[in-house]
């Protein structure tokens, strides 16, 4: 399958409360870039329990395409833009075919796992490898790199620490200029918000841009600790790769 254009698109593997939406936030504010949110979400909620469990799950359902290879086909034949920007979630392409991602320019964005399960667990109350895409952003690394397409890791902690830096290095890595406005946005919602902001972006539509990163101090529950373990073999692999 391949893109009808020679349009710059980008496609965002992230896992979640890994800041991705301030990340699509700070690319919407380019004048060149068109940003999407989450187009994959409907098809992997579709076809996988997830549905059962996930806050607003029906009316993404209700209003989003169940067909995979149909989101696939739009983000290869869409130009509104000169840039686009697919912000997704890794776990939703499940066994989606790869083929594709040779059309664009990949990010895998990952975050520290303590700090992830921290805020993630307050939303999904028993979350599992299969809901917060570690071991599936480290399967699509070694699965891009067997197809020779390239990708760049960022570790959302490094971008906070130094936005300005690390979102100049990754357009760099994009082959884009750095825009001065990628660092501040308006508070509020943006037209792009998936259906299921109400849930999940609270923080960010009260930021004007990339937050101080603050360490996390909040004490995991005990239930949460093996997935913790496991979730930190997988990180680590990725920081090895990172920006």
Not at 4 to 21: A, Q
Not at 99 to 113: H, K, Q, Y
Not at 196 to 211: K, L
Request: with cysteine; aromatic share 10%.
């Amino acid at each position: 399958m391949k893109a009808n254009t020679n349009t710059k698109r980008i496609f965002l593997w992230s896992g979640p409360r890994n800041i991705s939406t301030a990340l699509m936030y700070s690319f919407a504010q380019r004048q060149d870039t068109q940003v999407y949110d989450e187009p994959l979400y409907g098809f992997y909620l579709s076809h996988s329990s997830a549905q059962s469990y996930h806050p607003g799950a029906k009316e993404i359902l209700d209003t989003m395409t169940h067909d995979g290879e149909e989101v696939i086909q739009m983000m290869l034949s869409t130009d509104e833009k000169p840039v686009l920007f697919f912000k997704n979630m890794c776990h939703h392409l499940l066994d989606l075919d790869r083929d594709f991602m040779a059309e664009g320019e990949n990010v895998i964005l990952t975050r520290d796992p303590e700090e992830m399960l921290s805020s993630f667990g307050k939303i999904i109350e028993n979350p599992q490898m299969v809901d917060v895409g570690y071991k599936a952003q480290v399967e699509l690394l070694h699965d891009l790199a067997a197809r020779g397409i390239p990708v760049t890791v960022v570790d959302s902690k490094s971008l906070l620490l130094n936005p300005r830096h690390q979102l100049t290095a990754l357009c760099e890595r994009l082959s884009i200029p750095f825009d001065e406005g990628m660092l501040h946005w308006k508070a509020g919602a943006r037209e792009e918000d998936g259906v299921w902001a109400p849930y999940w972006y609270g923080n960010v539509h009260q930021s004007t841009g990339f937050a101080p990163y603050v360490p996390k101090d909040t004490l995991l529950p005990e239930k949460l600790i093996p997935l913790l373990r496991e979730c930190q073999l997988y990180y680590e692999e990725l920081m090895v790769h990172s920006l």
